[in-house]
């Protein structure tokens, strides 16, 4: 007999990648949502939230991380004894303090897919797992659900300061650089006139943009986003201001600071030559 699966949020991309994975499994899928159309041929659509989960061993949570705390509230107590309740959100303070408090009938498994709804299959991609009452049960449920990822496992706190980085400065960075090359209104100028660098950058972030807004500005309102925040714009401003000021060999020692530190974890070389590959398939691909 199949196993079954409730995704609440079934109608987002995330919600909509999952209830195709678990469907794929042979899982019987559930799926619900207040705000979008659930769809797919082999997705049992419901229009209770309540009633979506009360027959399900496992109930995913594909919900904007704002509302996932009170989701988890209205529903655990209606699930069965020994099911799971599965948390996939981008950040797990409140989160988890919120699985911790459920009956102690519900398995809770909290867990950060670090992919998005383009990635062909599960296989190789990294999931973190943080732990919220039995660390290591929970990461068997998840490593049998999700089969053939890579595992992380951080605590909650630990985890939400390298999002900040991971998720949080890559979008708030590429956010503003999308607004400002929006505004340009000779682009096609620009975009001939351009390299290897631009091109890729041009490239994340209109990829970024293809996002919610509702996640983008969730995942840069990480409350510790506010330290690496800071500190990118304080480097910022200093680089800017020694440069208008002439101040060369302040910015040299920056640069030279900078490599020294990257190349301790990183071949910089082997990099370029990534990003020129990368560029260059991008480029055969417009031919």
């Known amino acids: 007999m199949a196993k079954k699966i409730t995704i609440i949020g079934a109608g987002g991309k995330m919600g909509q990648w999952f209830a195709k994975y678990f469907s794929e499994k ?32 496992y109930v995913m949570l594909a919900t904007p991380t704002r509302r996932t705390p009170e989701v988890i509230r209205l529903i655990a107590k209606e699930m069965k004894r020994g099911t799971y309740l599965i948390d996939i ?3 797990k303070s409140k989160t988890v303090s919120s699985l911790s408090k459920m009956p102690s009938k519900i398995n809770p498994i909290c867990v950060h897919p670090m992919f998005g709804p383009g990635a062909k299959k599960l296989k190789g991609q990294n999931i973190i797992s943080i732990p ?43 956010l503003v650089f999308a607004s400002i090359v929006s505004k340009d209104d000779k682009i096609a100028l620009t975009e001939k006139m351009s390299g290897t660098t631009f091109t890729a ?15 983008i500005e969730t995942i840069i309102a990480n409350p510790e986003i506010r330290r690496v925040g800071e500190e990118f714009w304080k480097d910022f401003g200093r680089l800017l201001t020694s440069v208008q000021e002439a101040k060369t060999e302040e910015v040299i020692k920056y640069i030279t600071g ?27 691909k417009k031919k």
Do not use: W
């Open 89 to 91: 959100s981008s950040e």
């Open 201 to 215: 950058q041009k490239i994340l972030a209109e990829s970024i943009m293809t996002e919610s807004p509702d996640l």
């Open 132 to 174: 919220v009452k039995d660390a290591k049960k929970e990461l068997t449920v998840a490593k049998n659900l999700f089969e053939g990822a890579n595992f992380v496992t951080i605590d909650a706190i630990e985890h939400d300061k390298k999002i900040a980085v991971i998720l949080g400065l890559t979008h708030l960075v590429n």
């Open 26 to 57: 042979g899982f019987e899928v559930t799926g619900y949502d207040s705000e979008s159309p659930v769809s797919g041929k082999k997705i049992i659509k419901s229009d209770s939230l309540v009633g979506s989960i009360l027959k399900a061993e």
């Open 258 to 284: 900078c490599q020294e530190r990257l190349r301790e974890n990183t071949n910089l070389e082997e990099s370029y030559k990534k990003l020129t590959k990368m560029v260059n398939a991008v480029e055969k």
